[in-house]
């Protein structure tokens, strides 16, 4: 896998930070998954992190909070996570997703929202949006824009759009500023996981009719 379209770098120190709504976390943590060099910048990162955590002024902490966090590393759901071998071969989904969608795209109920298009969507408590999209073989969707921040990680097929093209494992982190028409060109759908700020915003007046029925 080549990885073309990586992270800003504004989003990656605040990923690093824990700066990040649960939504964009996900989808960052999923790319860095997916991706060697996003992994070595955020080592960086870190480290950057990590002079100012020296000289900042050492705070209290309650006993045991070592112990929890790492409990919290170690298990998911109350049970600690190994995998079989065989699971790891049939896996097609990032490690930090799985837990939200199991570890294969091809067990993921999906719903209708157009013509080649379904999703499905990922329960969070943060404000931000999380779903899924399925977008079939030559199929675009609408001209749109952002009312804030969308991230868009690509979990396999591939779509072309004014920026180019993204395929497994690019990740399209974009702003209020952007506004773009991804068509799928690869043979098989595009799967994308997908964060939102704000909901989308459609150029089209059919488009922008339909919008709160698609609910992207």
Known sequence: MTVRHHIDESTLLRYASGDLDEAFSVVVASHLAMCPHCRQSLRIA????GEFLECAEPAQIQDGAFERIMSGVETVG?????????????????????????????DVSWNLVGPGIKRHRIALE??????????????????HGHGGSEMTLILSGSYQDALGQFAAGDIADLD????????????????????TEMPTRFRGFFSRLLQPLVGI
């Open 126 to 143: 943060g404000a931000h949006s999380l779903f899924l999209l399925n977008i079939a073989s030559g199929k675009a969707v609408p001209e």
């Open 176 to 195: 209020e500023h952007v506004e773009h028409q991804p068509r799928v060109d690869s043979k098989e759908p595009c799967i994308c996981l997908v964060a």
């Open 46 to 49: 870190e480290d950057i992190g």
């Open 78 to 106: 109350g049970r600690t996570e190994r995998p079989t071998r065989a699971c790891e071969r049939q896996a097609d989904v990032p490690v930090p997703l799985r837990r939200f969608i199991g570890p294969r795209l091809d």
